[in-house]
């Protein structure tokens, strides 16, 4: 049986926004990930989706109403810093709501079957983001905003798995008692931001067990990462059986990074998506929307997400566990 889909692509020139300078989080990102895509001439004949940057009541579905109103005062004063490590200018609000607004998008035509499979390339990042205030660089969880959006369009499950090489804490905390989202990140772990995500931290009350961390040492490459999927993540999607699975897919543990301190390969981005492309084509009906989080060498990035693009078109092994 084949399992080939069409990847809808998320891309917008307003995601070249949100200048941040000599930040490593910048608008270069982009540019070197549609440099990558047109020179793989992978765009061609691809659906190129329309839509409207999350509404408020999108957002407010996981992040404070206050957090919200003062982002909104920020940007309209011309934007500053926010914390230690995430800048803000007069348009940032806008670009952020745009990534938001295509995850709630591509979630919602993958639940209808209309398009069950994207991948939005977005920025700023969002899996640092918490409840009530801007984190690492992310201004507004975009994966926690779809999986809240496909709870609330009747989705009964949706599993979120995050590759990036910096733990989720916002999307873990935003569903950290939360049965009906399972949340599993691998990251480096041990003096290295945000210092959360250890093994013991594994949900609470009705959210135990509903959270799965992954920790590594510096230095860990594709096998840890691929193990950490395969043996650790697999099993509790299977149970789990998710009508829906994002990907917090961040390309920073790849060996080129500047920030990761890693030794991930284009390969093992590939094969991680090879793995979850196939828990979805087995457990729900293909319907995956990936979502960029980090990956701060632009061509790194940019080969990294042509080849994870490449397994998302083409299916996965159709395997679980
Ligand atoms: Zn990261």
Redesign the pocket.
Known sequence: MSNSHQTAVYRDAAFQGHETGEHPENPRRMVGLERALADAGVLVGRPSPVWDPATREQLARVHDERYLDQLERITASGGGWIDGDTLCGPDSLDVARLGAGAVCHAVGASLSGEQPRAFVLCRP?GHHAVAARAMGFCLLGNVAVGAAHARSSGAERVAILDW???HGNGTQDMFYEDDRVLVCSVHRHGGFFPGTGAAGERGRGAGEGFTINVPLRAGQGDAAFEAAFTDVFGPAVERFRPDLILVSA?F?AHAADP??GMGMTDAGFARLATIVAGWSDALCGGRLVAVL??GYDPDALGRSVVSTLAVLDGGGEGRVS
Request: charged share 30%; glycine share 30%; proline share 10%.
């Open positions: 990042p990036d090489v910096h961040g920073d920030l990761g989080e980090g």
